[in-house]
């Protein structure tokens, strides 16, 4: 999706980045990328990329990232209803919210099954559209890679 807005400038931040294929994008683009996961061993995946990488548990009662503003931030595969507000509070005014993960409906497939990391349709639409405009949308079933429910999201922060 942020291939679309053209060349990227300034801090994206890829959350619970797993091994940074999004990571990678993002500095493809020209960001200038900060991944965050809990895993302290992805460390070696993403030095020799020359790219930055802080271990640090998402979930702690106190959001760890709060005075961080990015104009990009990314998580995929990865969801924790309690931080979601603080997450979105990462995006700056004007910045770049893209949130893709498996939707309601994809225990027929398989894991995840947990309704906890399961998105409702348009829940991200509808949770942020105070604070967002959502630009693209996307709650269904997918074939690619497997047989699955996703639910994507991608919205810009109102200055
Ligand atoms: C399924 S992987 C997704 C990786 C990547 N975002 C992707 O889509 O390829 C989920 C990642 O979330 C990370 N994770 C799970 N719980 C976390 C937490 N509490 N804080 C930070 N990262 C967490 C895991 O270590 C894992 O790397």
């Known amino acids: 999706m942020l291939n679309r807005y053209g060349p990227g400038h300034g801090l994206a931040l890829d959350l619970a980045s797993g091994n940074g294929r999004h990571s990678r994008l993002l500095a493809s683009l020209g960001y200038e990328v900060v991944a965050v996961d809990r895993n302290a061993e992805l460390a070696s995946v993403y030095d020799p990329m020359g790219l930055r990488f802080l271990a640090l548990d998402l979930e702690q009662a106190t959001f760890p990232l709060a005075d961080v503003q990015a104009e990009v931030v990314v998580v995929s595969n990865y969801l924790y209803r309690p931080h979601l507000d603080a997450v979105s509070r990462l995006v700056k005014p004007g910045g770049i919210f893209v949130y893709e993960t498996f939707g309601q409906g994809n225990e027929r497939f398989g894991k995840p099954s947990n309704p906890d990391y399961l998105l409702a349709p348009e829940e991200l639409d509808r949770r942020f559209s105070n604070s967002f405009e959502t630009l693209d949308s996307f ?19 109102r200055v």
């Open 139 to 157: 709650f269904g079933e997918v074939d690619d890679p497997s047989p699955a429910i996703r639910a994507r999201y991608c919205g810009r922060r």
